[in-house]
């Protein structure tokens, strides 16, 4: 079956079900337009004061209503100010509904957020992966991450982010904004947000970019292009999407209420930029799929060592600025948890990379330059989740136990259970997104420089564990659906032993990542 049919296939079938939905009267989403809302400049005051308190003017004075206030009225309300507990009345809106406003600077900083992000798979995912594998399959592993990202932006943007991001369900949203239906120049995503939703939809489209790329790592080398995006796009479905929505569109992650089964009253998980909605689901998809691929050709006896050792350091690098974004632009906004978040995610890389190094020179008698790189990816991972509420200490902690917590997973774990991880995706995301997730429970507390104050630990951290543990079931059942899928469409998904031999290079793209 021609790979183009099963892509038009599943588009078709998810526009299908939401032209249905129409037909029995769901109510498109609704926009929210700019003409209601006060823009701010760049100079003005910030939408959110560092301090938490009202936005003073610059001269001290009173602010007036058509200054540069946090949130304004148009002009049209009976009060021409602001409504009960600060909250702004737009004209046609009922008393105490909060109108979003938009601010220039919260979105000049998302845009350049969203770019870092994008940055972080092509080229530095693509360059750390590329230099990790051998020269025979270079191009293919560019090629798979550079195909990711163009496939994902069109399911993103079909049904991804609507199923993701709308409506009240405890593991799916609804296709009322498939295809961006009713979103515009001066849409709001959510009332709290100052940027617009096309900002917003792009810097998550990223996010949906990057998680199944990370995937790749896992079974380069042996599997071929066909079947990877087939299962990208699958997987991508039935278990980035929900897992999304379980964590940050309201789902089972969101707090307990009479129809949540996994989370109490009162329990909600943090995760602020994707410990488990990216790192644990890519990493369990990342150790299901090199197991049920099976083992490269020669694993175990034949010379499997990274070929260009100094484009991965490119790579890595690449990742850590990119990274950037990835954590400080999950606040959605340029202020005080943002740079906080920036100055965590340096402090817990750079723990991990040393502990990494240390570690490995202890056990081997030298550090290697990949160890180095490979910490530091683990670090980032690590911290992720954790980003917005640890502060320096806690970052501290979570990277030296990435270091060493995921170097064991990456040697000593991999070696015992004799599974062919290619690019160590298991033990870098997965459990350095199990050891992130779980700590920011503890890491937290202001006893450890965190922002959520005083809360039971053990309480929290159980909590982070239960979301830990759905993620992993819930991943490592949608991967096996996936790969049986796309091996029944590819007519098996593994590359033939004279292909392998070759290099997916030759055998799927027909070029060579080296002229000689």
């Not at 191009?139 to 982010?161: D, E, H, K, P, R």
């Not at 992130?436 to 039971?456: K, P, Y």
Request: aromatic letters at 10%; hydrophobic letters at 45%.
């Amino acid at each position: 079956m021609p790979l183009a049919f099963v892509l038009a296939a599943l588009i078709g079938l998810f526009t299908a079900y939401g032209l249905a939905q129409e037909e029995k009267g769901d109510a498109p989403a609704e926009e929210v337009k700019a003409d209601a809302t006060t823009t701010n400049d760049a100079g003005g005051d910030d939408a959110k004061p560092a301090d938490g308190g009202d936005a003073e003017p610059a001269d001290g004075g009173d602010a007036e209503p058509d200054g540069g206030d946090e949130e304004n009225t148009d002009g049209g309300g009976d009060d021409g100010g602001c409504c009960d507990e600060g909250e702004c009345c737009g004209e046609g809106e009922e008393k105490g509904e909060k109108v979003p406003v938009l601010n220039s600077g919260d979105t000049a900083w998302m845009i350049v957020a969203t770019a870092l992000v994008l940055f972080m798979t092509i080229p530095g995912l693509s360059l750390f992966y590329g230099g990790l594998g051998r020269k025979k399959n270079v191009l293919s592993i560019l090629v798979q991450c550079f195909a990711i990202t163009c496939t994902m932006t069109l399911l993103w943007l079909a049904f991804g982010y609507s199923l993701a991001a709308t409506g009240d369900g405890k593991y799916f949203g609804t296709l009322d904004k498939k295809f961006l239906q009713g979103v515009g120049v001066g849409s709001f995503a959510d009332p709290e947000h100052t940027i617009p939703e096309s900002v917003f939809f792009t810097f998550q489209m990223t996010f949906a970019i990057i998680t199944p790329a990370l995937i790749v790592g896992a079974f380069a080398e042996r599997m071929k292009f066909s079947a990877v995006l087939i299962f990208s796009v699958i997987w991508f479905i039935i278990s980035y999407v929900p897992v999304w929505h379980m964590a940050w569109g309201g789902g089972l992650f969101g707090g307990g209420d009479d129809g949540n089964w996994l989370m109490g009253a009162g329990e909600e998980v943090w995760d602020f930029a994707g410990g488990t909605v990216v790192h644990v689901n890519a990493g369990i998809a990342g150790l299901v799929a090199c197991i049920m691929v099976g083992k490269r050709k020669g694993f175990g006896t034949a010379k499997m060592t990274p070929h260009n050792v100094p484009l991965t350091l490119i790579g890595a690098a690449m990742l850590w600025v990119g990274w950037f974004g990835f954590n400080a632009g999950s606040e959605l906004a340029a202020n005080g948890t943002a740079g906080m978040a920036l100055l965590v995610t340096q402090v817990a890389t750079a723990a991990a990379a040393v502990t990494w190094m240390f570690v490995e020179w202890n056990a081997k008698g030298k550090p290697t330059a990949v160890g180095i790189a490979t910490g530091a990816v683990a670090g980032l991972v690590a911290i992720t989740p954790a980003s917005g509420t640890a502060g320096p200490m806690g970052a501290l902690i979570i990277g030296v136990a990435a270091g060493a917590i995921c170097y064991w997973a990456a040697t000593s774990l991999k070696s015992k259970y004799g599974y062919d991880d290619s690019l160590d995706v298991f033990g870098v995301h997965g459990v350095g997104g199990i050891v992130g997730a779980i700590l920011t429970g503890l890491c937290a507390h202001n006893m450890f420089g965190g922002s959520e104050g005083l809360f039971d630990i053990s309480a929290q951290m159980w909590v982070q564990t239960k979301s830990v543990l759905l993620t992993i079931v819930w991943s490592a059942i949608a991967t096996w659906i996936a790969l049986k899928i796309a091996d029944a469409l590819t007519g098996g998904i593994r590359a033939n032993d004279d292909d392998e031999e070759l290099g997916l290079d030759l055998a799927d793209h027909g070029e060579a990542g080296y002229s000689s």
